[in-house]
């Protein structure tokens, strides 16, 4: 009788500590700080945003709270504090007057990928030997074809910046510089691609209208857009120390462009979620090295 009643005081004592234990686990769960990940609804951006959105969530076990905002926002929300980090810092040029103002103030993680590049792009059916270089659109002839308009993005990005500087460099007075969003500037490509109408937009590489339509960037011996850029993550003072394994995670994330382009071709053909899935399927050990640091056995 004795030994009965003191095998089910036990067991009641194992019952209230495992209680307990995941009572405390969830509530650590539910108490976890997400990381505030600061992003630009820009393919290239969305695409390596929300690959690394579900490895830290899923692999490192860490809530995530996706920010949009506009990128120069972003620079500033780093060096507040109120944002952890951001994964589209294009350098040396296209970010460098944001650089210049806070990049005392956040700390760089990592290089994402290279050979990124900033331009002026029209579609193949417009006649090379009319247009080739940016300064060919000074041509009346052409502004005439062009409507007198450049179709662009965001008005705070690099890239309208870069080209508010192309037509004042290149003298292309009687242009208007269009600001619109991202998918606003491919769905006026789209329009004019189907139509075959003339149409100049600000373009970048990745991108996946590139895959998509038959484009070409124009020349620009001015140098007025840059050149090769590179693509890097940067978070705000602190982060390392408080996160060091997301920081350690994002120090390791480098894609090939090739990569990233196919995530972004397949994500507007079906969606972010499901071209992540892919990725992720097909390339096990590059996401095992940046989850974990450990290199693939030879």
Known sequence: ?????LKMMALGVAAVIGSTALSSASIAAEDKKPVRIGWTAWSDAEAVTKLAQRLIQERLDQPVELVL??????YQGLAKGDLDFMMMSWLPTTHASY?????????????????ARLGWAVPDYVPEDQVKTIADLAKPEIREKLKGKIQGIDPGSGLMQASEKALKDYGLDGYELVSASGAAMTAALGRADRREDWIAVTAWSPHWMFAKW???????PKGSLGGLERVHVMARKNFYQEYPKV??????MYLPLDDLEKIMLEADATSYDKAIDTYIANNKQRVDYWVTGEMPAS
């Open 1 to 5: 009788m004795r030994r009965t009643f």
């Open 69 to 74: 905002a506009d990128i120069g926002l972003q």
């Open 99 to 115: 650089l210049d103002k806070v990049g005392k103030d956040i700390v760089p993680l990592g290089m994402l990928y290279t050979r």
């Open 214 to 220: 038959k484009l070409r960037y124009l020349e620009d």
């Open 247 to 252: 920081a350690e995670f994002l120090t390791r």
